[in-house]
Nanobody, 121 residues
Framework: QVQLVESGGGLVQAGGSLRLSCAASGRTFSRYAIGWFRQAPGKERDFVAVISSSGGRTSYTEAVKGRFTISRDNAKNTVYLQMNNLKPEDTAVYYC??????????????WGQGTQVTVSS
């Protein structure tokens, strides 16, 4: 298993940027695909982006393509989500998750506790 801790959330105006970090414990981090998900109040948790264990493959939900970039540094056991041109509809709690398989669904083995992102208009 791997333990995950998100950070970097906060309050930002529309059009601004934030970079979320997902720090993992464990020596097997480089074996895991890492996904980012988000959950807005009263809504289901939705897929945002995923990166393969090597970092060579990524996928994004359509709503964030061209604005968000997922990346990883396996030497630092950390995955990043760079979010640019933020919109009020991006407001949500953002979670990172780890799984041995590359997934665009929510069936991940390990989850972090989440970090709040609020975008004001």
């Amino acid at each position: 298993q791997v333990q995950l801790v998100e950070s970097g959330g906060g309050l930002v105006q529309a059009g601004g940027s934030l970079r979320l970090s997902c720090a993992a414990s464990g020596r097997t981090f480089s074996r895991y695909a890492i996904g980012w998900f988000r959950q807005a109040p009263g809504k289901e948790r939705d897929f945002v982006a995923v990166i393969s264990s090597s970092g060579g493959r990524t996928s994004y939900t359509e709503a964030v393509k061209g604005r968000f970039t997922i990346s990883r540094d396996n030497a630092k056991n950390t995955v990043y989500l760079q979010m640019n041109n933020l919109k009020p509809e991006d407001t949500a709690v953002y979670y990172c998750a780890a799984d041995l398989y590359y997934r665009v669904t929510g069936a991940y083995e390990n989850w972090g506790q989440g970090t709040q992102v609020t975008v004001s208009s």
